[in-house]
C-alpha cells in the first residue's frame, strides 16, 4: 500500500506525532480537533499514525493472540506490536518502538474515531510523564482565575461551555480535560467542544461540523476556530465545583469540603473516570506497567491535592436553565477573580437570570 501523501503535524506539549492519509476528509477532522497544537513542520523525532483506506490485513498477523478485551474493541499481541481490532470495522498496529500506528479501515468514520482515541490515549500517557495530568472536567477562566467544573460523561460540560463563552471575559481551558501540573497550576488542552444536535445555538454554521460515532451516534463538533482567540494557555485555579444536575427550575451551591474534593478529584483525575485512557495500548506491555501507573495515580494525587489546597470548593446542583447554570458560574468567577468573599451556606440562581448586556 503506497505512503499517503498529506500530512498533519502536532506538537502537544513536547509529544509530537506526523499523521498520515490519502482520505482529506478524515485528515482535515483531525486538524481541526487538535488546531491548538497544529505545527507547520514535521518536528523532530515524531511519532506517526498513517491511516489506510483498505482492508485490514489479517492474515498477515494471524499468530497474533488476544491479551485485552473492552467493549469498543480487542488487543493482540504479537511480538513487540499491539493489534488492535475494531470488532472488524477496522484493524489498528501500533508498533513502540518504531513508534507507529497503522490504522486500516474501508469506513472514514471509523479512521477518524479510532485514530483520534489512540491519539488521546498516547497524548495522555506523555503528558503524564511530563507531570501534566488530565482532569475530566470543564476548565474555565477570567484574567488568571480559573474554575474546574467536574460533570460526568454526559453531563453537559460542552453545553455549559458553549453557555460560558457568550461572556466576552471568559476564557478556555478545555471543554472536557484541562491539564493540571505538579503545583496545582491549570494548563489548556483545547480540542473540539461536542454537542447534540440541536444545541446550535447562535454558533455560525462554518464553525460547525456533524459527526457519527461507533457507539453513540451523531455528535455536532464546534471547531477551534470558534473559540481560539479565548484559549487561556495557563491559569491559577480559584473555583472547583463538584457538579451534579437536577430537574429544578433554578441552580444552586453550597461549600463543599476538602473531603469531598478530594473524593472527586480521585475520580475524575487520579482514577481518570470519563477520560479516555486507551488501556488497551498499556497494559499490554506487562506486569510492569501496572507499576508504573501506580505512579502516575500518586503523581497525580499529589497535583491534585496541591490544586484544592489553592482552591475553594462548592457542590454544584445545575437546574433546567442552561443560562442561569452558565450565570451562576460567571458570577462566581468573576467575584473570585476580584477577590470578594466567598459564598456561605446555599445559594440560588433563579432560571431568569439572564444578563441583557451580553
Known sequence: MSQPPFSVFLDIYG????????????????????AFFRTEAEPADSHTI??????????????AKAVVYTPRNVSYRSGTSTIIDYSG???GIHE?????????????????????????????????????????????????????????????????????????????????????DGQGDLHAFPLRLGILPGSEGAIPPEHLRRINRMEFGTKILVNYSYFAGRVRPRATPRLVFLGERSLAKSCSIRPATTGAALRAMIANCVVGLGLFQGM????????????????????????????????????????????????????????????????????????DSSRSDR
Not at 147 to 158: D, E, F, I, Y
Not at 285 to 313: D, T
Open 50 to 63: 498513517e491511516l489506510l483506506e483498505g482492508d485490514p490485513p489479517y492474515d498477515k498477523i494471524s499468530d
Open 96 to 180: 513502540p518502538a518504531n513508534k507507529s500506528f497503522r490504522l486500516f479501515s474501508r469506513e472514514p468514520d471509523f479512521l477518524y474515531e479510532a485514530a483520534y482515541l489512540f491519539l488521546l490515549s498516547q497524548a495522555g500517557e506523555a503528558l503524564d510523564a511530563q507531570h501534566l495530568h488530565r482532569v475530566h472536567a470543564l476548565g474555565i477562566s477570567i484574567g488568571d482565575s480559573a474554575a474546574l467544573v467536574l460533570l460526568p460523561m454526559g453531563g453537559g460540560k460542552s453545553t455549559m461551555a458553549a453557555s460560558l463563552l457568550r461572556y466576552g471575559e471568559i476564557g478556555l481551558l478545555s471543554d472536557d480535560s484541562p491539564l493540571i
Open 280 to 351: 488497551e495500548f498499556v497494559f499490554q506491555r506487562g506486569p510492569g506497567e501496572v507499576f508504573k501507573k501506580a505512579i502516575v495515580a500518586w503523581a497525580r494525587l499529589r497535583a491534585s491535592w496541591h490544586m484544592l489546597r489553592r482552591s475553594r470548593s462548592y457542590h454544584l446542583v445545575l437546574g433546567r436553565d442552561p443560562e442561569a447554570n452558565a450565570r451562576m458560574i460567571f458570577d462566581l468567577l468573576t467575584a473570585a477573580n476580584n477577590n470578594y468573599a466567598a459564598p456561605q451556606g446555599v445559594r440560588s440562581w433563579p432560571a
Open 15 to 34: 509529544y509530537r506525532v506526523a499523521i498520515r492519509s490519502s482520505l482529506c476528509p478524515v485528515l482535515e477532522n483531525l486538524a481541526q480537533d487538535f
Open 89 to 91: 470495522h477496522a484493524l
